[in-house]
């Protein structure tokens, strides 16, 4: 592969950062580099199922939408769209064998990219263009290498492959929100092997961590109460009052039991109730997450909190609304891909370390899931040494960009393996 | 009236006291003594609608009724009781004319009875013979009188008056325990005149408080939660928690909020649940009773504080049982009611006080308030004065005899100008 | 008076309505006016005693001070001020008498001013010029009665009064701000009258209610706690929540026991806490008030409610900062004042209404009883009555400037009263 | 040793068996077998340190010494036990060497003995006397082998044996109350070396786990609150409401956050507040217990409760009462103790099981955890595997009278590894 277009491409990428679910010229990016390359990108709802979007926000889309448009995004790519960022190219061999998917994640985080004169975005001129929206989470890498493998796909001589490759290029990875309506389009439901990773996080440049512990199942709520708003002197007994609602909800959920089967979570992150003090509140929302350290746990712990806010709602004569927000479940990487992905690493010269904890959440542990589910397929999610610059998240973050060709490599060796031609 | 035997009832009844809804023997005694003087006193579900017993405990019930057999208490009575006590004798004049209720209760108060020697009923051997169970608030005083108007009646010269006159001998009134029942077994729903009183409490002997205001309504509730126990340490998440559901609804009854019309109350007098430190507990309850000026307000906080409870029962998973202990309303007493009591009080030599405070609750009120509703008839409660030694419901309580020909009088006067034929 | 000047007058200040604390150009207008007839306007802290302001909020006072310099008010006057709004005007007659105070409040409401074309301020040209400020409760009324009065006093002969009168413009009467800290600055503690109205409200153009009822005291709270921010994830032991205090001191609030001698309320108003799902919340406040049928009420609402929030501090480990953002008490008139304000009604030919319930809460009320308190004074609040357009705090409230010379005229009939040399 | 005289002691034990705090017949056994080997056993506030003692109620201790008494215990010993039960046998060789404690635990479980035929307590005639009252936890074989190790002691030649074995005989293990009061009268403050164990529970006959995991750190907690009662209806805001501030503290103690280091637990256990429906109680209590994964852990839940409740007697003006009524560290044992008794146990030719989650609290573990602390000194808990009929707790438990041998030998075995004279 050749470095040069990596770097191009990850760096016009990089220019471009947008929210999830808003990432319409990202988006649009990627269609063209994918149609120059010969790929017919899946878009819309042939790869988004609209039933279990999370976290999506109508107005934030629609002002992405017009921004887009203001950019030179092409109306008639915007109307296949119909709303819904993110695409799939598919590589297929026209022959028989198995199907693999690959996933890379595209959206960026809410963090305005630092002006430090030190930070090599500035100085190279790819800085964000986009306030308070910054590749700080290295997505625009993950997108890159994407690119890179689609490339070699339509590189390799005839009759040398078998089978298919997806490239899934998937919305909203940060909250957990887009994995599980890419999941539900069946997308990867013919897929025999899957494979995700990302970039830098708990491993150095010439490190591959080959089988990350510790996902956490998660569930992002919202939780919105509606009531009726009186006034407190004269007609403290008309009012349904949201906010002693929300009040009493977050106190219960903050003591759902412990589970004695492994660790759990709650946390009430927000709440928000009332507008005035001399009225009494109509309205009240929560926004909380749970986690486990399995999926059984974190179905607990769901089941727990809607349970409890729906007696709220019952008790308070509240109407309630709840909104799964974002989510992810925990993930067992198998152990003939880890086995793959040691052996392939290992001849890329890159040390590969067996365990080392991840302790966060990832939504691609969704589709993986599925894989195994469905087909009893096979997974993986690793982790792609980077050298960093700042951390994850952060205004000053920037990755090593020669891991790009790694990554590539990595990719494509493994796939050389799953679906060379015998 | 001879006073003579007014005073014998009295003593024999004071000597048999009986808690609310286990009267058997003071129920019989005051069958024989109807019985003798020619009614036939109706008896358990014709005069208690069972569906609407209130506060009453099946094995106390159990208990009082081997007890009254030891007593000697004729078995076909109790079979005809089929355990509910009180009893309503009717006496029926043949000629047309309205139907007059009037109400006595019988239940004695969980009191035991002192031995100080200047303690009347000690001196003349007539002091309780239950232990802790004791006439300390004047019930056998009322019961007194309403066999001396029933006497009165069966003395009274054919032809002198019309209609119909119900003497209703009701259980339970402590705690408003019995009245319901009785109100909803019809039995006063031909009725076009209510009548009922208490002896003491605000008054002295000679006065008569015409129309005592104040009354509350209320209602008393048991709400009882039923969960799942199991080890707080192995299976903490296994548990269905009866304590927490308990707490938690104890919390958000005390918070319903107060009402823009008037005076509202809500106490949670007593929590009990769990039976040890290292079990999740499965069984809790708690003892409520909610309070309003008007039965508007009442109603609120009756809907209020069920509603609550339910949604802890969802919320927590937990089964739930309400049961109503005890209910009472407000009464306004009909002008011409208390014109005709005070015409015929001062037409007794009494002092006449037009109102004076009850603040307390009555479950006459709720028969009252029946006559007033269905037949758009006219109802009254006042208060006999009495001198009293000791207080209301304490150990050295004694009411003044003298008042009991008094109170006939004054009942059998009104009588007389209700349906006294023309 | 001449009803052509008092018009300007209050067409002038309905153009700059200004909110509570930032009455700004409201004060320089008024400070122009009382120079012109001759009075030197105290100003700033020597009758704002800055410890006592309420719900004055720095950002805000100081965007209206630039925007006040914007607008040409002097930076000399503005000096004076010292950042606090409203102004006293004193006329001594030189000779010995009473001390009489009269309050005129001068804020306006946060409400845009309605583009109706039959809106009287829209049709003359004096509609507001401030975006969402609007004299919406008839403030810019009450001003110029005060301005009127100022007039007249300067206008009569030499030895026809005796004593002083005070004219207190005070700052922040919406949300009962601005009161205490006038009345704590020692300003009234020299009288022996008070007086204070209201224009409107329960009364039409004709009326004067010179008994209103029903003052409720009241204390605005905001309770703010400040914990510890963690990763609910990793380190939900490390957090200190501030949002689950918050969530509990605001359940306990609202379970704060009823009193037994009359009405209480309590309503939280607002909650806010918490800035992002996956972070244990460091800050959350709560906006609260408390009313009281009497200041004995409204005292144990207040003290019930501060050690809850302390409690709520020690147990969750959290700081705490108690704010009183407003208060008023209720206010018994003198028979004294409402026989002189009956007297003088009706000898302007207004309708005299003894008692009408106000059922809210005003401010003037402090001013009135710490009069009533130190010098054993004698006050009164009453309604001047005035038709309406709209009713207060609406975007298309008008009153009727025909009232403004009988409100004069009232207030100086009494003047002549009290403080006419004999 | 002879087996008979083992059993003997055990089925005398069995025969009087005592709870917590109230072993005085128990321990007058125990005094009567040491003094008749030559020991003189330490009694009372020698070994107990009062201000320590946990859990323990006057008013059953009271009952429990008149009993014995009538039982015929020597009122002498009585008096030197003034109150507090267990005793410590010491013996010294008189010669250098290090000082070596044992601790075996007196006390019984309240459970009735079951009277089923094929009981054999019941059948070889030593059934407990005592109502209510069994050793259904194998405490008395616990005494038993201690009773053997103390005669062995005494049969050994002189010149044997060096240093110290102290003998601790520990009222009130069940509810972890006693070994803390034990610890902190300083009686092993001087030693090397401890040694605990339990029969039966995770071990059959013929097996030894000699390094059981997961003893859980645990803190048992009594909380009472004390207010003041007044009537819900005429006097809401005079009680101070020990039932809202008991549930307030509950609900919150439910919540106290998770540990992100391990695995942390908290049970509200048993709630009762209240007397009487139509009265504001003035007295509530919690039973609570906490319990972590480490020392570190069960710190944190304490310091939380603690906190949470302090906070709630603030907020609602409650007095409080904490009590700790019993506790228990984690253990790990020194692996020279585990490889000793490792040793041991294979030349007896029991099963060593190497390691075995005990999954419970034992107090012994405070013993050990002191001797490691203070002295450097190495400690060790293990089960000596025992057959069982029934389970522990249960009415009809039994253990296997075989291994009473075998534990002293393993103990003695133990003891001439320490302390044998080289």
Redesign the interface.
Known sequence: MEVDQLIKWRRELHSFPELGWTEFVTTSILVRELKLMGYEPLLGESIINTKFVRGRKKDDVEKAIKMAIDKGVDKELLDKMNGFTGCVAIYDSGKPGPTVSLRFDIDCVGVQETDNENHLPLINGFKSKNQNQMHACGHDGHMTIGLGIAKWLKQQQENSLCGRVKLLFQPAEE?VRGAQAMAESGIVDDCSYFLASHIGFIAKSGEVVVNPSNF?CTT?YDFRFKGLSSH????????I?A??G???A???L??I?????G???????????????????AY?EL???V?GETEE?NT?MCQQAE???????????LDLEIEI?GEAVDLTNDKEMVQLLSDVSKSNNQTVIEQRSF??SEDATILGRRVQKINNGKAIYFVLGSDLKGTHHQSDFDFDESILPIGVKIYTDCLLKLISKK
């Open positions: 909250g956490l992002k407190p002197g004269k007609d403290p007994h008309v009012g009052n906010l002693a929300c009040c009493t977050a106190t219960q903050l003591a039991p412990r589970h004695g089967k660790m759990s979570r709650i946390n009430v992150g927000v709440i928000r109730a009332g507008e005035a003090r001399n009225v009494i509140p009240g926004q909380v997450e986690r746990i607990f349970r409890l806010v729906k007696g709220v709602a019952l008790g308070y004569g927000m302790g966060g």
